[in-house]
């Protein structure tokens, strides 16, 4: 079955730090790739999604992640994080196209100092 | 407007209930889900709906019966809710492979 791992559950930075969030998926055929934030008190909302083409994808609010087949990884990373950027993060795939089921990791709370 | 609608937000109920969330979408989506988020924000998939149809049952109780009247719909009954129910139960819907989610429905059962 498809696993997804976000190995740090909680982190917390200053602000105007670099930020990566670590996403590694089990699942070896074709995939999309998502990452969703939830804001406190709110809903997920996407911040960017990975079908194809370009492994380096910009999403919105100055996020990007890149798809790294190799090394099933599809890190999140912004260069400098805002106090606003606190918040819920999941990374989440998507395994079968027809059935869209999306199998989503534990979740990273990032915490910003202002 | 909102694209992905459930009411109520809130519902504090005792063990034993029935209760019921409603899910409205209104971007003409095929297919919707319900998902289960739980104190430490682990989200997981329950259910999905292509055009009325079931296609997803990940091994829920079957306490939680959905039902889809047309394919904007998608609403949740839970019969005799035990303590463990007590979670974030969030309906979402896509075309293709992008979800929207709604805002989310806390349930309490005390």
């Known amino acids: 079955a498809q696993s997804v791992s976000q190995h740090n559950h909680h982190v917390i930075l200053s602000e105007a730090a670099s930020l990566e969030l670590g996403c590694n998926y089990s699942y070896g055929g074709t995939v999309n790739l998502f990452w969703y934030v939830q804001y406190p008190g709110q809903h997920l909302q996407l911040l960017l999604k990975y079908f194809s083409g370009d492994p380096l994808v910009k999403g919105i609010k100055g996020f990007e992640a890149e798809f790294i087949k190799s090394k099933f990884s599809f890190n999140l990373r912004k260069p400098s994080v805002q106090w606003s950027d606190t918040a819920e993060y999941f990374c989440a795939v998507n395994e079968n196209f027809g059935n869209e089921k999306l199998t989503f990791g534990t979740g990273t709370r990032l915490t910003i100092i202002p | 407007d909102t694209a992905v609608s459930q009411t109520p937000k809130y519902l504090v109920t005792q063990m034993g209930n029935d209760k019921s969330i409603k899910c409205e979408q209104n971007l003409g989506h095929d297919t919707m889900y319900w998902y289960k988020q739980d104190s430490k924000k682990f989200l997981k998939i329950m259910f999905s709906y292509n055009n009325k149809e079931l296609i997803i049952n990940e091994t829920v109780p079957n306490r939680f019966s959905p039902k889809s009247p047309d394919k904007a719909h998608l609403n949740l009954h839970i019969n005799s809710l035990e303590l463990g129910d007590s979670a974030v139960y969030f309906c979402?819907?896509?075309?293709?492979?992008?979800?929207?989610f709604g805002p989310g429905t806390r349930l309490t059962v005390t």
């Open positions: 979402a819907s896509s075309q293709v492979a992008e979800q929207y």
